[in-house]
Nanobody, 117 residues
Framework: VQLQASGGGLVQAGGSLRLSCAAS????????MGWFRQAPGKDREFVAS????????SYADSVKGRFTASIDKAKKTVYLEMYTPKAEDTAVYYC???????????WGQGTLVTVSS
């Protein structure tokens, strides 16, 4: 499994940004894709997840209502749309994958998101 995250950059608070995660290496129909982030000096934390097959999503309370996870199955790409980002959303964002009942064992490289206030 290979995961390639992209789309990070500098965004103004209140703007929007879309992160992408290109997945390859296998069929992902039984997988759950996740987004995590790690801010400077902090532990990595869960942001969102989406089930590849059903599209069912889950979000951290801190981003609920502002971030949206989605999947383009034809492109095998997972997205994280960030709406009205805040300075505290500044972090390196990682995409990850796990099987339905497993843990996140597949990780992509991070992409840095900096939110300017």
């Amino acid at each position: 499994v290979q995961l390639q995250a992209s789309g990070g950059g500098l965004v103004q608070a209140g703007g929007s940004l879309r992160l992408s995660c290109a997945a390859s290496g296998r069929t992902f129909s039984s997988y759950v894709m996740g987004w995590f982030r790690q801010a400077p000096g902090k532990d990595r934390e869960f942001v969102a997840s989406i089930a590849w097959s059903s599209g069912s999503t889950s979000y951290a309370d801190s981003v609920k209502g502002r971030f949206t996870a989605s999947i383009d199955k034809a492109k095998k790409t997972v997205y994280l749309e960030m709406y009205t980002p805040k300075a505290e959303d500044t972090a390196v964002y990682y995409c990850a994958a796990r099987t339905t009942y497993g843990i996140f064992v597949y990780w992509g490289q991070g992409t840095l998101v900096t939110v300017s206030s």
